[in-house]
């Protein structure tokens, strides 16, 4: 998977995960106990599978090393300075920001 798509996939399953439990939050009384209980399961299941997404596929391709802080706005590989599409080395000036603005 690339870094790209699963950084984004991480990111939808954080606020799906984040839905789900505040559905459960706002569902109250002994009528809904089974459906909060659900929804927190769901909601748990779905933080472990982005952690795990995150884990395994948020690395850079060229140098191995994973990339956690701001994983949806990197551009540049903050440990080997290279692009994360193409490949290329960024040059000095560009070498200081690895963030899209």
Do not use: D, H
Request: proline share 2%; hydrophobic share 50%.
């Amino acid at each position: 998977m690339k870094f790209y798509t699963a950084s984004n996939l991480a990111k939808t399953l954080i606020i799906v995960s984040v839905v789900f439990c505040v559905l459960g939050l706002v569902l109250t009384g002994e009528a809904y106990l089974a459906l909060r209980a659900w929804l927190t399961l769901i909601a748990v299941l779905l933080l472990i599978a982005a952690l795990v997404i995150v884990l395994v596929f948020c690395k850079c391709p060229y140098c191995g090393k994973r990339i956690f802080r701001g994983a949806n706005k990197v551009v540049y590989c903050p440990n080997c300075r290279r692009n994360l599409e193409t490949g290329k080395k960024a040059s000095k000036k560009k070498a200081r920001t690895t963030m899209r603005k």
